[in-house]
Nanobody, 126 residues
Framework: QVQLVESGGGLVQAGGSLRLSCAAS????????MGWFRQAPGKEREFVAA????????YYATSVKGRFMISGDNANNTLYLQMNSLKPEDTAVYYCAARERYSIVVPTSPREYDYWGQGTQVTVSS
């Protein structure tokens, strides 16, 4: 069984920064891509950013492009999300996800991912 554990969430003022981390444990596996999603109260889970390890391709949601940066280590299935210039609308539970199946593009839909973390709360005050 694969477990993903997120950390680094918290409360920050608008304009501040946070760095989320995601670490995999359990059954060894090789991911083709990993990503971050978020879900605010009363809203659906939405894509934030993802990386496809082959070619180191990344993709960002329009709402975070230029403010967030995704990075990670394919060998250890670790993932990071550096979040700068945070806004109150970034408030949500942030989830880490991993895809084990091969992917030819950067996956952006929750259905394309095989494993999920429990989430970490990010709250941005105005």
């Amino acid at each position: 069984q694969v477990q993903l554990v997120e950390s680094g969430g918290g409360l920050v003022q608008a304009g501040g920064s946070l760095r989320l981390s995601c670490a995999a444990s359990g059954r060894p596996f090789s991911s083709s891509a990993m990503g971050w999603f978020r879900q605010a109260p009363g809203k659906e889970r939405e894509f934030v950013a993802a990386v496809r390890w082959i070619g180191s391709s990344t993709y960002y949601a329009t709402s975070v492009k230029g403010r967030f940066m995704i990075s990670g280590d394919n060998a250890n299935n670790t993932l990071y999300l550096q979040m700068n210039s945070l806004k109150p609308e970034d408030t949500a539970v942030y989830y880490c996800a991993a895809r084990e199946r091969y992917s030819i593009v950067v996956p952006t839909s929750p259905r394309e991912y095989d494993y999920w973390g429990q989430g970490t709360q990010v709250t941005v005050s105005s």
